[in-house]
């Protein structure tokens, strides 16, 4: 097997997909900053509070993405050491299942079916609980009446997709545990330009619809997660002979264990997140819009790098299930050896960036203006961001769910330390010294993780392999 070559096949169709989901964040955010009826940075503050509430309910529940991936992947390795399809590193090119007899197709059967089950059932419970979802959330958001009217009015509307959107996530680890980054690429991309293109066409009233404003945004997403939804329902039949009356076989002990780390995990993650956009709403609708903006360019590095670890993730995972340490030690070098690429290459384009960034996302020219002091942080991000992002998949891959967990409850400790301890010492004495303290601990946070995970990685990862 040429493992550059297998790390590519499955890395540029997942950075391909991934770069359309910051461009749809980024469209939003435009749609709604060239939209009349109100000021522009509260329009981009409804959006991000917005999607900052789905962040908070979405993000507990990316373990159906992860842990789906990794026990996939591992299934997938057990049946290549077991000389089926795949064995000399051919993804199944017949598409339909030829391992039915050997028992591993309802064994992969069953991970989605237990997955999708869960999802689709946690996302009819947040559309009952929407109301009070809401008032919570409230609680703790300190905005604006303006933004939280809109983020409210947004919310309501796209909430309807969360059994769809769940369900994308549990599709998606397991087309990529599977080896197969072309399935989730496309669902990507169907997903994600039809969101923009419905988000433009129904806030705008092009094509002779109506104009919905600012709810025609929400209204798109929502309708894009269930065609996304279809697709992938209909892709997981045809290609791998998925059933939803066929329940399939898998270890249920396995799959809530590993689960309920993820979701740890995952509570951690989101702390870090919505504690940023929490504190940056502290400081008004113009430094809102500007964390906001810096934070949709931070993460589109890590979508960037996601395909990487993507990559890491479906072969770390299918060596550790073969029960091979060469290739799991091969994919650790490489899969950081693209990382770095990518790193290098975005600290470039972050360099030469400037003031053309904040342009493409609003023509408030006072927001743009706020913007150009914080853009040397954009330089940090990919070195920091890139050990942390690239092991996040090695890890995922190998089911190390304890260490994924403990790292990003860590790091979400270091993360409000710096934040408060910054407070005590008086560095957030004006609004823009406070971003910039804010900042900071968001990349103490990244550095705590990166640091975690390289140290534990021999223990963690290759006990996958010594213990079967």
Same mark, same amino acid.
């Given at each position: 097997?040429?493992?550059?070559?297998?790390?590519?096949?499955?890395?540029?169709?997942?950075?391909?997909?991934?770069?359309?989901?910051? &461009?749809?964040?980024?469209?939003?955010?435009?749609?709604?900053?060239? %939209?009349?009826?109100?000021?522009?940075?509260?329009?981009?503050?409804?959006?991000?509070?917005? @999607?900052? %509430?789905?962040?908070?309910?979405?993000?507990?529940?990316?373990?159906?993405?992860?842990? +789906?991936?990794? =026990?996939?992947?591992?299934?997938?390795?057990? /049946?290549?050491?077991?000389?089926?399809?795949?064995?000399?590193?051919?993804?199944?090119?017949?598409?339909?299942?030829?391992?039915?007899?050997?028992?591993?197709?309802? $064994?992969?059967?069953?991970?989605?079916?237990?997955?999708?089950?869960?999802?689709?059932?946690?996302?009819?419970?947040?559309?009952?609980?929407?109301?009070?979802? !809401?008032?919570?959330?409230?609680?703790?958001?300190?905005? *604006?009446?303006?933004?939280?009217?809109?983020?409210?009015?947004? #919310?309501?509307?796209?909430?309807?997709?969360?059994?769809? +959107?769940?369900?994308? #996530?549990?599709?998606?680890?397991?087309?990529?545990?599977?080896?197969?980054?072309?399935?989730?690429?496309?669902?990507?991309? &169907? !997903?994600?330009?039809?969101?923009?293109?419905?988000?433009?066409?129904?806030?705008?009233?092009?094509?002779?619809?109506?104009?919905?404003?600012?709810?025609?945004?929400?209204?798109?997403?929502?309708?894009?997660?269930? *065609?996304?939804? +279809?697709?992938?329902?209909?892709?997981?039949?045809?290609?791998?002979?998925?059933?939803?009356? $066929?329940?399939?076989?898998? @270890?249920?002990?396995?799959?809530?264990?590993?689960?309920?780390?993820?979701?740890?995990? @995952?509570?951690?993650?989101?702390?870090?997140?919505?504690?940023?956009?929490?504190?940056?709403?502290?400081?008004?609708?113009? =430094?809102?819009?500007?964390?906001?903006?810096?934070?949709?360019?931070?993460?589109?590095?890590?979508?960037?790098?996601?395909?990487?670890?993507?990559?890491? $993730?479906?072969?770390?995972?299918?060596?550790?299930?073969?029960?091979?340490?060469?290739?799991?030690?091969?994919? !650790?070098?490489?899969?950081?050896?693209?990382?770095?690429?990518?790193?290098?290459?975005?600290?470039?384009?972050?360099?030469?960036?400037?003031?053309?960034?904040?342009? %493409?996302?609003?023509?408030?020219?006072?927001?743009?203006?706020?913007?150009?002091?914080?853009?040397?942080?954009?330089?940090?991000?990919?070195?920091?961001?890139?050990?942390?992002?690239?092991?996040?998949?090695?890890?995922?891959?190998?089911?190390?769910?304890?260490?994924?967990?403990?790292? +990003? &409850?860590?790091?979400?400790?270091?993360?409000? /330390?710096?934040?408060?301890?910054?407070?005590?010492?008086?560095?957030?004495?004006?609004?823009?010294?406070?971003?910039?303290?804010?900042?900071?601990?968001?990349?103490?946070?990244?550095?705590?993780?990166? !640091?975690?995970? *390289?140290?534990?990685?021999?223990?963690?990862?290759?006990?996958?392999?010594?213990?079967?």
């Amino acid at each position: 097997m040429n493992l550059h070559r297998e790390i590519l096949r499955l890395a540029v169709p997942s950075i391909l997909a991934n770069i359309t989901v910051p &461009l749809v964040g980024m469209v939003d955010m435009a749609v709604a900053g060239h %939209l009349s009826g109100g000021s522009s940075a509260a329009l981009i503050g409804g959006i991000t509070i917005g @999607s900052m %509430l789905f962040d908070l309910l979405y993000w507990n529940f990316t373990f159906l993405r992860v842990g +789906t991936g990794g =026990l996939t992947a591992q299934a997938y390795g057990r /049946a290549c050491a077991q000389g089926g399809p795949g064995a000399h590193g051919d993804a199944f090119p017949d598409g339909r299942w030829a391992l039915e007899s050997s028992g591993a197709h309802r $064994e992969l059967v069953g991970i989605l079916w237990r997955a999708l089950r869960i999802a689709f059932l946690s996302g009819l419970a947040l559309i009952a609980l929407q109301w009070v979802v !809401v008032q919570l959330a409230f609680l703790m958001v300190d905005c *604006t009446p303006e933004v939280q009217a809109l983020a409210t009015r947004y #919310f309501y509307i796209r909430i309807w997709a969360a059994p769809a +959107t769940l369900s994308l #996530f549990a599709f998606k680890g397991w087309f990529i545990g599977l080896q197969d980054s072309v399935r989730p690429m496309t669902a990507d991309l &169907l !997903v994600n330009g039809l969101n923009i293109l419905l988000s433009v066409v129904l806030a705008f009233g092009l094509a002779g619809l109506p104009a919905m404003g600012f709810s025609g945004v929400a209204l798109g997403t929502a309708l894009a997660q269930w *065609t996304g939804f +279809t697709y992938c329902l209909v892709a997981a039949r045809r290609r791998y002979g998925f059933s939803v009356r $066929e329940k399939g076989t898998s @270890s249920a002990r396995e799959f809530f264990t590993l689960n309920r780390d993820l979701f740890l995990r @995952s509570v951690g993650m989101i702390a870090v997140y919505i504690g940023f956009t929490v504190i940056s709403a502290k400081y008004g609708d113009l =430094l809102l819009a500007v964390s906001a903006i810096l934070m949709k360019f931070l993460m589109f590095f890590s979508y960037f790098t996601d395909g990487f670890a993507y990559a890491g $993730e479906a072969l770390a995972g299918r060596f550790v299930g073969e029960g091979s340490e060469d290739g799991l030690h091969s994919t !650790v070098r490489q899969t950081f050896t693209w990382g770095w690429v990518m790193a290098a290459f975005f600290m470039l384009l972050y360099g030469l960036g400037g003031t053309p960034i904040f342009q %493409l996302m609003t023509d408030d020219q006072a927001v743009v203006e706020a913007g150009q002091e914080f853009l040397p942080w954009l330089l940090l991000m990919p070195f920091i961001g890139c050990p942390a992002f690239v092991w996040d998949g090695i890890y995922a891959g190998a089911t190390a769910s304890r260490d994924l967990r403990n790292s +990003t &409850l860590l790091c979400a400790v270091g993360f409000f /330390a710096v934040w408060f301890l910054g407070r005590t010492l008086g560095i957030d004495a004006t609004p823009v010294a406070a971003i910039h303290l804010l900042m900071a601990a968001y990349f103490i946070h990244l550095a705590i993780r990166a !640091v975690y995970l *390289t140290v534990r990685y021999k223990k963690a990862i290759f006990s996958g392999i010594s213990s079967r």
